[in-house]
Protein backbone atom coordinates (compact mmCIF):
# COMPACT_ATOMS: atom_id res chain seq x y z
CA UNK A 1 0.00 0.00 0.00
CA UNK A 2 2.71 2.40 1.16
CA UNK A 3 4.58 1.26 -2.76
CA UNK A 4 1.48 2.61 -4.24
CA UNK A 5 1.09 5.69 -2.35
CA UNK A 6 4.81 6.46 -3.37
CA UNK A 7 4.44 5.41 -6.97
CA UNK A 8 1.09 7.32 -7.34
CA UNK A 9 3.12 10.74 -5.86
CA UNK A 10 6.30 9.73 -7.50
CA UNK A 11 4.24 9.64 -11.07
CA UNK A 12 2.19 12.99 -10.31
CA UNK A 13 4.98 15.11 -9.43
CA UNK A 14 7.06 14.13 -12.96
CA UNK A 15 4.17 14.48 -14.95
CA UNK A 16 3.66 17.88 -13.13
CA UNK A 17 7.12 19.55 -13.51
CA UNK A 18 7.92 18.30 -16.66
CA UNK A 19 4.23 19.96 -17.98
CA UNK A 20 4.90 22.76 -16.00
CA UNK A 21 7.89 23.39 -17.66
CA UNK A 22 6.01 23.01 -21.61
CA UNK A 23 3.19 24.71 -20.48
CA UNK A 24 5.69 27.86 -19.51
CA UNK A 25 6.42 28.23 -23.27
CA UNK A 26 2.53 29.21 -23.70
CA UNK A 27 2.65 31.41 -20.86
CA UNK A 28 0.21 29.06 -19.24
CA UNK A 29 -0.49 29.28 -15.28
CA UNK A 30 1.29 26.31 -13.93
CA UNK A 31 -1.82 25.61 -12.13
CA UNK A 32 -3.17 24.14 -15.43
CA UNK A 33 -0.65 22.05 -15.91
CA UNK A 34 -0.96 20.39 -12.55
CA UNK A 35 -4.72 19.83 -13.29
CA UNK A 36 -3.32 18.62 -16.72
CA UNK A 37 -1.22 15.86 -14.94
CA UNK A 38 -3.81 14.10 -12.54
CA UNK A 39 -6.55 14.11 -15.84
CA UNK A 40 -3.52 12.09 -17.52
CA UNK A 41 -2.63 9.74 -15.17
CA UNK A 42 -6.09 9.57 -13.68
CA UNK A 43 -9.38 9.57 -15.74
CA UNK A 44 -7.27 8.78 -19.01
CA UNK A 45 -5.09 6.41 -18.19
CA UNK A 46 -6.27 5.23 -15.01
CA UNK A 47 -2.30 4.87 -13.34
CA UNK A 48 -3.56 7.14 -10.23
CA UNK A 49 -6.37 6.57 -8.00
CA UNK A 50 -7.37 8.60 -4.92
CA UNK A 51 -6.65 6.76 -2.02
CA UNK A 52 -6.44 6.97 1.37
CA UNK A 53 -2.82 7.93 2.34
CA UNK A 54 -2.84 10.08 -0.96
CA UNK A 55 -5.35 12.26 0.25
CA UNK A 56 -3.36 12.24 4.07
CA UNK A 57 -0.31 13.98 1.89
CA UNK A 58 -3.09 15.97 -0.30
CA UNK A 59 -4.49 17.47 3.28
CA UNK A 60 -0.94 18.44 4.50
CA UNK A 61 -0.78 20.81 0.97
CA UNK A 62 -4.03 22.36 1.41
CA UNK A 63 -3.40 23.53 4.68
CA UNK A 64 0.05 24.62 2.88
CA UNK A 65 -1.07 26.28 0.06
CA UNK A 66 -4.11 28.11 2.09
CA UNK A 67 -1.35 29.29 4.67
CA UNK A 68 0.36 30.91 1.35
CA UNK A 69 -2.66 32.97 0.46
CA UNK A 70 -3.09 34.35 3.60
CA UNK A 71 0.38 35.52 3.76
CA UNK A 72 0.97 36.71 0.24
CA UNK A 73 -2.82 38.15 -0.89
CA UNK A 74 -4.27 39.26 2.45
CA UNK A 75 -3.87 42.14 4.50
CA UNK A 76 -6.24 42.97 7.20
CA UNK A 77 -4.56 45.81 8.33
CA UNK A 78 -5.30 47.59 5.32
CA UNK A 79 -8.37 46.58 4.67
CA UNK A 80 -9.39 48.03 8.27
CA UNK A 81 -7.12 51.67 6.88
CA UNK A 82 -9.70 51.79 4.17
CA UNK A 83 -13.10 50.86 5.68
CA UNK A 84 -14.05 54.25 5.04
CA UNK A 85 -12.25 55.17 1.23
CA UNK A 86 -13.86 55.24 -1.94
CA UNK A 87 -11.92 51.86 -3.42
CA UNK A 88 -13.84 50.49 -0.53
CA UNK A 89 -16.97 51.23 -1.34
CA UNK A 90 -16.55 50.51 -4.94
CA UNK A 91 -15.19 46.90 -4.49
CA UNK A 92 -18.28 46.17 -1.37
CA UNK A 93 -20.55 46.82 -4.32
CA UNK A 94 -18.66 44.68 -6.42
CA UNK A 95 -18.40 41.89 -4.96
CA UNK A 96 -22.27 42.48 -3.29
CA UNK A 97 -23.71 42.59 -6.75
CA UNK A 98 -21.64 39.82 -8.22
CA UNK A 99 -23.21 37.66 -5.11
CA UNK A 100 -26.19 38.55 -5.73
CA UNK A 101 -26.20 37.56 -9.47
CA UNK A 102 -24.53 34.58 -8.62
CA UNK A 103 -27.06 33.66 -6.06
CA UNK A 104 -29.74 33.06 -8.81
CA UNK A 105 -27.98 30.31 -10.57
CA UNK A 106 -26.23 28.47 -7.23
CA UNK A 107 -29.56 29.18 -5.20
CA UNK A 108 -33.27 27.96 -6.38
CA UNK A 109 -34.40 31.57 -5.55
CA UNK A 110 -35.76 32.44 -8.84
CA UNK A 111 -35.05 29.43 -11.04
CA UNK A 112 -34.37 25.93 -9.21
CA UNK A 113 -31.43 24.98 -11.98
CA UNK A 114 -30.74 21.31 -9.94
CA UNK A 115 -27.74 21.92 -8.14
CA UNK A 116 -29.35 20.63 -4.73
CA UNK A 117 -27.69 23.21 -2.16
CA UNK A 118 -29.00 24.69 0.88
CA UNK A 119 -28.77 28.42 1.20
CA UNK A 120 -25.36 28.52 3.03
CA UNK A 121 -24.01 26.33 0.55
CA UNK A 122 -25.63 28.35 -1.88
CA UNK A 123 -24.23 31.37 -1.00
CA UNK A 124 -20.34 30.06 -0.39
CA UNK A 125 -20.77 28.83 -4.01
CA UNK A 126 -21.36 32.27 -4.98
CA UNK A 127 -18.96 33.46 -2.83
CA UNK A 128 -16.29 31.67 -4.90
CA UNK A 129 -18.03 32.17 -8.45
CA UNK A 130 -17.65 36.12 -7.05
CA UNK A 131 -13.99 35.82 -6.03
CA UNK A 132 -11.10 37.91 -7.32
CA UNK A 133 -7.70 36.67 -7.70
CA UNK A 134 -4.84 39.31 -6.25
CA UNK A 135 -2.18 37.38 -7.88
CA UNK A 136 -2.82 37.00 -11.08
CA UNK A 137 -3.78 40.35 -11.42
CA UNK A 138 -0.23 41.94 -9.35
CA UNK A 139 1.69 39.51 -12.06
CA UNK A 140 -0.23 40.65 -15.12
CA UNK A 141 0.30 44.68 -13.75
CA UNK A 142 3.84 44.15 -13.06
CA UNK A 143 4.75 42.38 -15.79
CA UNK A 144 3.16 45.40 -17.96
CA UNK A 145 5.04 47.57 -16.13
CA UNK A 146 1.42 49.09 -15.36
CA UNK A 147 2.04 48.07 -11.28
CA UNK A 148 3.30 51.61 -10.48
CA UNK A 149 1.32 53.51 -12.52
CA UNK A 150 -2.02 55.34 -11.01
CA UNK A 151 -4.62 52.65 -13.03
CA UNK A 152 -2.60 49.99 -11.89
CA UNK A 153 -2.72 50.77 -8.59
CA UNK A 154 -6.30 51.95 -8.16
CA UNK A 155 -7.26 48.12 -9.62
CA UNK A 156 -4.51 46.49 -7.47
CA UNK A 157 -6.28 48.58 -4.48
CA UNK A 158 -9.76 47.86 -5.14
CA UNK A 159 -9.19 43.62 -6.18
CA UNK A 160 -7.03 43.14 -2.61
CA UNK A 161 -10.34 44.73 -1.10
CA UNK A 162 -13.08 42.84 -3.15
CA UNK A 163 -10.41 39.06 -2.74
CA UNK A 164 -10.57 39.76 0.99
CA UNK A 165 -14.58 40.47 1.16
CA UNK A 166 -15.19 37.41 -0.90
CA UNK A 167 -13.38 35.08 1.12
CA UNK A 168 -14.69 36.49 4.13
CA UNK A 169 -17.91 35.44 2.60
CA UNK A 170 -17.05 32.05 1.84
CA UNK A 171 -14.97 31.05 4.79
CA UNK A 172 -17.73 31.94 6.92
CA UNK A 173 -20.63 30.65 4.92
CA UNK A 174 -18.59 27.57 4.63
CA UNK A 175 -18.45 26.90 8.75
CA UNK A 176 -22.38 27.87 8.65
CA UNK A 177 -23.01 24.83 6.17
CA UNK A 178 -22.69 21.87 8.50
CA UNK A 179 -18.45 21.78 8.74
CA UNK A 180 -17.69 23.02 11.75
CA UNK A 181 -18.51 23.09 15.93
CA UNK A 182 -20.55 26.31 14.66
CA UNK A 183 -22.84 25.35 11.90
CA UNK A 184 -26.64 25.20 11.50
CA UNK A 185 -27.65 23.82 8.18
CA UNK A 186 -30.88 24.71 6.31
CA UNK A 187 -33.08 22.90 8.52
CA UNK A 188 -32.67 24.51 11.54
CA UNK A 189 -32.21 28.37 9.57
CA UNK A 190 -29.40 30.78 10.18
CA UNK A 191 -29.33 30.83 14.45
CA UNK A 192 -28.77 34.29 15.60
CA UNK A 193 -26.72 32.54 18.68
CA UNK A 194 -25.08 30.32 16.22
CA UNK A 195 -23.58 33.15 13.83
CA UNK A 196 -22.51 35.45 16.86
CA UNK A 197 -20.58 31.82 18.53
CA UNK A 198 -19.01 31.49 14.78
CA UNK A 199 -17.97 35.57 14.64
CA UNK A 200 -16.85 35.16 17.69
CA UNK A 201 -14.76 32.36 16.84
CA UNK A 202 -13.30 33.43 13.86
CA UNK A 203 -12.22 37.11 15.74
CA UNK A 204 -10.81 35.24 18.23
CA UNK A 205 -8.70 33.20 16.61
CA UNK A 206 -7.52 35.93 14.09
CA UNK A 207 -6.61 37.96 17.39
CA UNK A 208 -4.86 34.82 19.34
CA UNK A 209 -3.25 33.80 16.04
CA UNK A 210 -2.22 37.71 15.22
CA UNK A 211 -0.84 38.68 18.68
CA UNK A 212 1.31 35.28 18.00
CA UNK A 213 2.74 35.98 15.05
CA UNK A 214 3.52 39.74 16.14
CA UNK A 215 4.37 39.55 19.65
CA UNK A 216 5.71 36.10 20.32
CA UNK A 217 7.09 34.35 17.13
CA UNK A 218 9.96 37.28 16.10
CA UNK A 219 11.19 37.23 19.05
CA UNK A 220 11.46 33.49 19.92
CA UNK A 221 12.92 32.98 15.99
CA UNK A 222 15.79 35.36 16.94
CA UNK A 223 16.38 34.42 20.37
CA UNK A 224 16.12 30.69 19.52
CA UNK A 225 18.62 31.19 16.26
CA UNK A 226 20.86 32.89 18.98
CA UNK A 227 21.46 30.53 21.30
CA UNK A 228 20.49 27.82 18.81
CA UNK A 229 22.94 26.33 16.08
CA UNK A 230 20.05 24.03 14.02
CA UNK A 231 20.12 24.27 10.41
CA UNK A 232 16.47 25.16 9.23
CA UNK A 233 15.27 25.79 12.92
CA UNK A 234 13.17 29.11 11.57
CA UNK A 235 11.68 26.73 9.30
CA UNK A 236 10.80 23.98 11.61
CA UNK A 237 9.08 26.48 13.75
CA UNK A 238 6.76 27.94 11.18
CA UNK A 239 5.60 24.87 9.79
CA UNK A 240 5.16 23.30 13.17
CA UNK A 241 3.38 26.17 13.99
CA UNK A 242 0.84 26.44 10.99
CA UNK A 243 0.22 22.84 11.82
CA UNK A 244 -0.56 23.29 15.62
CA UNK A 245 -2.62 26.01 14.89
CA UNK A 246 -5.00 24.14 12.52
CA UNK A 247 -5.65 21.74 15.15
CA UNK A 248 -6.33 24.41 17.25
CA UNK A 249 -8.60 25.85 14.74
CA UNK A 250 -10.23 22.52 14.32
CA UNK A 251 -10.36 21.72 18.39
CA UNK A 252 -12.21 25.32 18.37
CA UNK A 253 -14.93 24.17 15.73
CA UNK A 254 -13.28 26.32 12.11
CA UNK A 255 -12.16 24.26 9.24
CA UNK A 256 -8.29 23.77 9.76
CA UNK A 257 -8.25 25.65 6.05
CA UNK A 258 -9.73 28.65 7.18
CA UNK A 259 -7.17 28.56 10.39
CA UNK A 260 -4.27 28.21 7.94
CA UNK A 261 -5.78 31.61 5.96
CA UNK A 262 -5.73 33.57 9.24
CA UNK A 263 -2.35 32.35 10.33
CA UNK A 264 -1.32 32.97 7.16
CA UNK A 265 -2.69 36.43 7.50
CA UNK A 266 -1.60 37.30 10.36
CA UNK A 267 2.32 36.86 9.59
CA UNK A 268 2.63 38.84 6.91
CA UNK A 269 2.93 41.68 9.49
CA UNK A 270 6.51 39.86 10.22
CA UNK A 271 8.99 42.01 9.54
CA UNK A 272 10.50 41.51 5.95
CA UNK A 273 13.54 40.60 7.57
CA UNK A 274 12.08 37.86 9.26
CA UNK A 275 9.71 36.81 6.94
CA UNK A 276 12.81 36.76 4.36
CA UNK A 277 14.63 34.27 6.33
CA UNK A 278 11.79 32.12 7.44
CA UNK A 279 9.73 31.58 4.71
CA UNK A 280 12.10 30.15 1.55
CA UNK A 281 12.13 27.08 2.98
CA UNK A 282 8.34 26.22 3.27
CA UNK A 283 7.61 28.17 -0.03
CA UNK A 284 10.34 26.19 -1.86
CA UNK A 285 8.73 22.77 -0.03
CA UNK A 286 5.22 24.16 -1.41
CA UNK A 287 5.89 25.20 -4.33
CA UNK A 288 7.95 22.22 -4.79
CA UNK A 289 5.36 19.29 -3.80
CA UNK A 290 2.29 19.79 -1.94
CA UNK A 291 1.06 22.38 -4.39
CA UNK A 292 1.59 20.43 -7.45
CA UNK A 293 0.23 17.00 -5.68
CA UNK A 294 -2.51 19.28 -4.27
CA UNK A 295 -3.95 20.56 -7.54
CA UNK A 296 -3.00 17.67 -9.65
CA UNK A 297 -5.74 15.57 -7.60
CA UNK A 298 -8.09 17.80 -8.83
CA UNK A 299 -7.70 16.45 -11.95
CA UNK A 300 -7.85 13.10 -10.33
CA UNK A 301 -11.41 14.12 -9.89
CA UNK A 302 -12.46 15.62 -13.27
CA UNK A 303 -14.20 13.83 -15.69
CA UNK A 304 -16.87 14.30 -18.26
CA UNK A 305 -20.42 13.72 -16.17
CA UNK A 306 -21.23 17.44 -15.97
CA UNK A 307 -22.42 16.87 -19.53
CA UNK A 308 -24.93 15.10 -17.91
CA UNK A 309 -26.27 17.88 -16.50
CA UNK A 310 -29.10 20.32 -18.11
CA UNK A 311 -28.02 22.40 -20.78
CA UNK A 312 -29.17 25.81 -19.55
CA UNK A 313 -27.63 25.05 -15.83
CA UNK A 314 -24.30 24.93 -18.07
CA UNK A 315 -25.20 28.42 -19.61
CA UNK A 316 -25.95 30.06 -16.67
CA UNK A 317 -23.04 28.98 -14.39
CA UNK A 318 -20.69 29.87 -17.54
CA UNK A 319 -22.56 33.20 -18.40
CA UNK A 320 -24.39 34.72 -15.16
CA UNK A 321 -21.94 34.73 -12.51
CA UNK A 322 -19.38 36.60 -15.42
CA UNK A 323 -22.18 38.92 -16.18
CA UNK A 324 -22.09 39.73 -12.03
CA UNK A 325 -19.18 40.61 -12.09
CA UNK A 326 -19.03 43.29 -15.20
CA UNK A 327 -22.02 44.68 -13.49
CA UNK A 328 -20.52 44.88 -10.22
CA UNK A 329 -17.45 46.29 -11.26
CA UNK A 330 -19.44 49.00 -13.34
CA UNK A 331 -21.98 49.95 -11.18
CA UNK A 332 -19.40 50.12 -7.98
CA UNK A 333 -16.99 52.30 -10.27
CA UNK A 334 -19.47 54.61 -11.40
CA UNK A 335 -21.20 55.25 -7.91
CA UNK A 336 -17.48 56.08 -6.60
CA UNK A 337 -16.91 57.85 -9.27
CA UNK A 338 -13.35 56.14 -10.34
CA UNK A 339 -14.04 56.38 -14.08
CA UNK A 340 -11.82 52.90 -14.41
CA UNK A 341 -15.07 50.77 -15.44
CA UNK A 342 -13.86 48.42 -17.92
CA UNK A 343 -9.89 47.58 -16.41
CA UNK A 344 -11.39 47.28 -13.23
CA UNK A 345 -14.07 44.53 -14.63
CA UNK A 346 -11.35 42.61 -16.04
CA UNK A 347 -9.51 42.92 -12.85
CA UNK A 348 -12.33 41.97 -10.69
CA UNK A 349 -12.66 39.00 -13.29
CA UNK A 350 -9.22 37.54 -12.52
CA UNK A 351 -9.31 33.86 -11.24
CA UNK A 352 -6.48 31.47 -10.15
CA UNK A 353 -5.66 28.96 -7.48
CA UNK A 354 -7.30 29.77 -4.82
CA UNK A 355 -10.98 29.18 -6.68
CA UNK A 356 -9.84 25.62 -7.64
CA UNK A 357 -8.53 25.02 -4.18
CA UNK A 358 -12.01 25.90 -2.51
CA UNK A 359 -13.79 23.55 -4.93
CA UNK A 360 -12.20 20.82 -4.72
CA UNK A 361 -12.57 21.51 -0.36
CA UNK A 362 -15.82 21.79 -1.25
CA UNK A 363 -16.00 18.42 -3.56
CA UNK A 364 -14.15 16.54 -0.54
CA UNK A 365 -16.48 17.92 1.99
CA UNK A 366 -19.77 16.20 -0.12
CA UNK A 367 -21.08 19.98 -0.84
CA UNK A 368 -20.73 19.56 -5.04
CA UNK A 369 -20.95 16.24 -6.86
CA UNK A 370 -18.16 14.95 -8.99
CA UNK A 371 -20.51 16.42 -12.41
CA UNK A 372 -20.38 20.53 -10.93
CA UNK A 373 -17.07 20.29 -9.87
CA UNK A 374 -15.93 18.81 -13.01
CA UNK A 375 -17.93 22.12 -15.21
CA UNK A 376 -16.70 24.99 -12.51
CA UNK A 377 -13.31 23.69 -12.60
CA UNK A 378 -12.95 24.12 -16.47
CA UNK A 379 -15.00 27.27 -15.69
CA UNK A 380 -11.83 28.68 -13.64
CA UNK A 381 -9.26 27.47 -16.36
CA UNK A 382 -11.03 29.41 -19.03
CA UNK A 383 -10.49 32.34 -16.01
CA UNK A 384 -7.48 31.38 -15.40
CA UNK A 385 -6.21 31.49 -19.38
CA UNK A 386 -8.68 34.49 -20.71
CA UNK A 387 -8.16 37.02 -17.94
CA UNK A 388 -4.32 37.84 -18.01
CA UNK A 389 -3.95 39.04 -21.70
CA UNK A 390 -7.69 40.41 -21.57
CA UNK A 391 -6.63 42.62 -17.99
CA UNK A 392 -3.52 43.56 -20.14
CA UNK A 393 -5.43 44.64 -23.24
CA UNK A 394 -7.82 46.92 -21.17
CA UNK A 395 -5.52 48.89 -19.37
CA UNK A 396 -2.92 49.20 -21.85
CA UNK A 397 -5.70 50.75 -24.06
CA UNK A 398 -7.27 52.77 -21.07
CA UNK A 399 -3.22 53.94 -20.08
CA UNK A 400 -3.08 55.18 -23.69
CA UNK A 401 -6.60 56.85 -24.72
CA UNK A 402 -5.92 59.11 -21.09
CA UNK A 403 -3.72 61.91 -22.15
CA UNK A 404 -3.69 62.87 -18.16
CA UNK A 405 -4.81 61.54 -15.17
CA UNK A 406 -8.34 62.68 -14.39
CA UNK A 407 -8.77 65.26 -10.97
CA UNK A 408 -12.19 62.66 -10.94
CA UNK A 409 -10.18 59.46 -9.90
CA UNK A 410 -8.50 59.61 -6.43
CA UNK A 411 -5.49 57.72 -5.61
CA UNK A 412 -5.69 55.06 -2.46
CA UNK A 413 -5.00 57.12 1.10
CA UNK A 414 -2.82 54.22 2.11
CA UNK A 415 -0.68 51.95 0.40
CA UNK A 416 -1.45 48.02 0.71
CA UNK A 417 2.30 46.49 2.04
CA UNK A 418 1.61 43.45 -0.67
CA UNK A 419 2.01 45.97 -3.18
CA UNK A 420 5.35 46.92 -1.88
CA UNK A 421 6.24 43.20 -2.26
CA UNK A 422 5.67 43.38 -6.22
CA UNK A 423 6.52 47.00 -6.75
CA UNK A 424 9.44 48.37 -4.21
CA UNK A 425 11.47 44.72 -3.73
CA UNK A 426 14.51 45.56 -1.68
CA UNK A 427 14.27 49.54 -1.51
CA UNK A 428 15.39 51.00 1.49
CA UNK A 429 14.78 53.87 3.02
CA UNK A 430 17.85 55.77 2.18
CA UNK A 431 15.91 55.66 -1.26
CA UNK A 432 13.39 57.44 -0.56
CA UNK A 433 13.64 59.76 2.76
CA UNK A 434 12.51 62.80 2.42
CA UNK A 435 15.16 65.99 1.01
CA UNK A 436 13.46 68.34 3.39
CA UNK A 437 16.42 70.18 5.93
CA UNK A 438 14.02 71.76 7.71
CA UNK A 439 11.50 70.72 10.35
CA UNK A 440 9.27 72.52 12.82
CA UNK A 441 10.89 73.45 16.35
CA UNK A 442 9.88 72.57 19.75
CA UNK A 443 9.37 76.32 21.18
CA UNK A 444 7.63 77.36 17.65
CA UNK A 445 3.39 78.09 18.59
CA UNK A 446 0.81 75.81 17.35
CA UNK A 447 -0.72 78.99 16.05
CA UNK A 448 2.59 79.43 13.79
CA UNK A 449 2.87 76.23 13.07
CA UNK A 450 -0.44 75.75 11.85
CA UNK A 451 -0.36 78.62 9.61
CA UNK A 452 2.95 78.11 8.41
CA UNK A 453 3.90 73.92 8.30
CA UNK A 454 0.09 72.45 7.49
CA UNK A 455 -0.26 71.24 4.09
CA UNK A 456 -2.74 68.58 2.50
CA UNK A 457 -2.35 65.14 3.16
CA UNK A 458 -0.37 65.04 5.62
CA UNK A 459 -1.12 64.33 9.07
CA UNK A 460 1.81 64.23 10.72
CA UNK A 461 4.95 66.31 11.96
CA UNK A 462 8.47 65.77 12.84
CA UNK A 463 9.72 68.03 15.10
CA UNK A 464 13.74 68.28 16.28
CA UNK A 465 15.79 70.64 17.87
CA UNK A 466 19.41 70.78 16.11
CA UNK A 467 20.01 66.91 15.38
CA UNK A 468 17.54 66.11 18.53
CA UNK A 469 14.46 64.74 17.14
CA UNK A 470 11.58 66.01 20.17
CA UNK A 471 8.74 63.79 18.86
CA UNK A 472 6.24 64.25 16.47
CA UNK A 473 2.97 66.50 16.33
CA UNK A 474 -0.48 65.09 14.55
CA UNK A 475 -3.18 67.16 13.70
CA UNK A 476 -5.94 64.77 15.32
CA UNK A 477 -4.44 65.63 18.29
CA UNK A 478 -4.74 69.41 17.89
CA UNK A 479 -8.18 69.00 17.98
CA UNK A 480 -8.34 68.75 21.29
CA UNK A 481 -6.10 71.92 22.43
CA UNK A 482 -8.88 74.63 22.11
CA UNK A 483 -7.87 77.47 19.73
CA UNK A 484 -7.35 80.34 22.00
CA UNK A 485 -4.32 78.33 23.78
CA UNK A 486 -3.01 78.04 20.37
CA UNK A 487 -0.95 81.37 19.79
CA UNK A 488 0.50 80.33 23.87
CA UNK A 489 1.15 77.01 23.40
CA UNK A 490 4.22 74.94 22.18
CA UNK A 491 4.89 72.36 19.81
CA UNK A 492 6.88 70.57 22.81
CA UNK A 493 3.73 70.54 25.29
CA UNK A 494 1.79 68.63 22.37
CA UNK A 495 4.20 66.48 20.52
CA UNK A 496 4.47 62.42 20.94
CA UNK A 497 7.82 61.81 22.50
CA UNK A 498 9.67 58.65 22.17
CA UNK A 499 7.27 58.06 18.24
CA UNK A 500 8.43 54.69 16.24
CA UNK A 501 11.39 55.70 13.96
CA UNK A 502 13.24 53.72 11.12
CA UNK A 503 16.92 53.96 9.79
CA UNK A 504 18.73 54.67 6.84
CA UNK A 505 18.87 50.93 5.42
CA UNK A 506 15.62 50.16 6.78
CA UNK A 507 13.92 47.66 4.19
CA UNK A 508 10.26 50.23 2.98
CA UNK A 509 8.23 47.54 3.48
CA UNK A 510 8.81 47.49 6.88
CA UNK A 511 8.83 51.16 7.57
CA UNK A 512 5.08 51.23 6.11
CA UNK A 513 3.97 48.29 7.98
CA UNK A 514 5.01 50.18 11.07
CA UNK A 515 3.39 53.55 9.77
CA UNK A 516 0.00 52.20 9.57
CA UNK A 517 0.16 50.11 12.84
CA UNK A 518 0.97 53.26 14.41
CA UNK A 519 -1.69 55.44 12.27
CA UNK A 520 1.14 57.63 11.38
CA UNK A 521 1.96 59.50 7.56
CA UNK A 522 5.77 60.25 8.54
CA UNK A 523 8.13 58.46 10.67
CA UNK A 524 11.54 60.52 11.79
CA UNK A 525 14.73 58.39 10.51
CA UNK A 526 17.49 58.71 13.31
CA UNK A 527 20.86 57.04 13.21
CA UNK A 528 20.93 53.83 14.75
CA UNK A 529 24.40 54.01 16.71
CA UNK A 530 23.98 57.57 18.07
CA UNK A 531 19.98 58.37 17.77
CA UNK A 532 20.78 61.67 16.21
CA UNK A 533 18.47 62.95 13.85
CA UNK A 534 18.95 62.23 10.08
CA UNK A 535 15.99 62.87 8.40
CA UNK A 536 12.01 61.62 7.67
CA UNK A 537 9.97 59.62 5.14
CA UNK A 538 6.11 59.82 4.48
CA UNK A 539 3.74 57.83 3.19
CA UNK A 540 2.97 60.28 0.77
CA UNK A 541 6.85 60.06 -0.55
CA UNK A 542 6.61 56.13 -0.84
CA UNK A 543 3.39 55.97 -2.64
CA UNK A 544 5.24 58.51 -5.08
CA UNK A 545 7.80 56.14 -5.51
CA UNK A 546 5.62 53.37 -6.34
CA UNK A 547 3.87 55.87 -9.09
CA UNK A 548 5.79 56.26 -12.12
CA UNK A 549 5.08 60.32 -12.40
CA UNK A 550 5.09 61.89 -9.04
CA UNK A 551 3.62 64.97 -10.90
CA UNK A 552 0.64 63.26 -11.87
CA UNK A 553 0.55 61.74 -8.15
CA UNK A 554 0.64 64.43 -6.69
CA UNK A 555 -1.63 66.53 -9.10
CA UNK A 556 -4.56 63.55 -7.75
CA UNK A 557 -3.84 63.95 -4.13
Known amino acids: MIDDSLLSIGLLMLVAKLLEGLFRRGRINSIVAYTVAGILLGPLTGLVQPTVELQFVLSIGVFIFFFLIGLDEIDITSFVAVIRGRFFVAATISVLISLAVGLTVTSDILIDFGLGLDFPQAVALAGILALSSLGVVAKVLADDGRLREPLGLQ ?68 FLKRVLNVP ?28 ALLFGASLSRLPRQVRQDVLPGIRSTAEGLFVPLFFASAGLHLSLSFTALPLWTIVALVTVPMLGKVLGAVVGAQLTRLNI ?51 SYTVRR ?43 RPMMSVRDFADRWVV ?65 TVLPIVDEDTGAFRGSVTSREILNLIIQSPTSATDMG
Open 155 to 222: IFTTVIIAELIALLVVGFTFETSGHGAFAFGSHDGFSAVGVLMLLGGIVGFTVASWLLSTRVLPHVIV
Open 232 to 259: QLSFGLLLGGLFLMVVGAEKIGLHGTLG
Open 341 to 391: SLPLATGLMAKGAAEIALLLLFFNAGIIEQDLFSLLVLIMFGYIILMPPAI
Open 398 to 440: ASSTATEPSAETPMPNFLPPNLLRFALDAVTVRDVMSSINHYA
Open 456 to 520: PQQQDYVVVDGDELIGVVSLGKLRYLPKSEWASTPLRNVVSREPPTASLDELIEDVLQRMTEHGL
